[in-house]
């Protein structure tokens, strides 16, 4: 399916967002992610389901002194 993540469109075959970072190669536990404006919380990822046209931004947390 075509979605936009992080302002690129791309072919995914994930179908929740937990499954999305695994194919993306992301550790869940250190990023915020956004669908449409809404930011969902973590413990949502393995079950809420991304669609055809989302739109998602994806933040990393950056560590440093």
């Keep these: 399916m075509k979605v ?3 302002g690129n469109e791309m072919d995914v075959r994930a179908t929740t967002i937990a499954e999305l970072l695994q194919e993306l190669e992301i550790n869940p536990q250190r990023v ?4 449409n404006l ?4 973590r413990d949502r990822f393995n079950e ?6 989302d739109s998602i931004e ?3 947390f950056v560590g440093g002194g």
Excluded: A, T
């Design 48 to 53: 809420y389901k991304i669609k055809e046209g």
């Design 58 to 60: 994806i933040v990393n």
């Design 4 to 6: 936009r993540v992080n």
């Design 32 to 35: 915020v992610v956004e669908v």
């Design 38 to 41: 809404e930011i969902i919380k």
